[in-house]
């Protein structure tokens, strides 16, 4: 059984950055694409950013581009996701979400239904 914790959320003002981690155990992540998707209170669940399973591909929504990268270290079945610049309108849940299977990731990584498996989410406030 594949297991997702989410870590790294808090509280920052403004402009800040705070970095996202997602630990997968029950299988090594390398074989799944990965993506992050956020929920905000009263929206819908909102792909941000997603990447392939070796790590070459990464996609990222247009409201979160420039300023959001996310990546992964396969050796410590890791997601991560660099959040800089961050607005009041970044503030939301997010978690991080395993799909198993890649093909069509850059078409369907918004697409919470594609993904398999899913973290239980780490919330992130941003004040002004």
């Known amino acids: 059984q594949v297991q997702l914790v989410e870590s790294g959320g808090g509280s920052v003002q403004a402009g800040g950055s705070l970095r996202l981690s997602c630990a997968a155990s029950?299988?090594?992540?390398?074989?799944?694409?990965m993506g992050w998707f956020r929920q905000a209170p009263g929206k819908q669940r909102e792909g941000v950013a997603a990447?392939?399973?070796?790590?070459?591909?990464?996609y990222d929504a247009d409201s979160v581009g420039g300023r959001f990268t996310n990546s992964r270290d396969n050796a410590k079945n890791t997601l991560y996701l660099q959040m800089n610049s961050l607005k009041p309108e970044d503030a939301a849940t997010y978690y991080c979400?395993?799909?198993?299977?890649?093909?069509?990731?850059?078409?369907?990584?918004?697409?919470?239904?594609?993904?398999?498996?899913w973290g239980q989410g780490t919330q992130v406030t941003v004040s002004s």
């Open positions: 979400a395993a799909a198993s299977s890649c093909a069509g990731l850059y078409k369907y990584y918004r697409v919470a239904s594609w993904f398999d498996y």
């Open positions: 029950g299988y090594t992540n390398r074989r799944y694409c």
């Open positions: 990447i392939s399973d070796g790590g070459a591909r990464t």
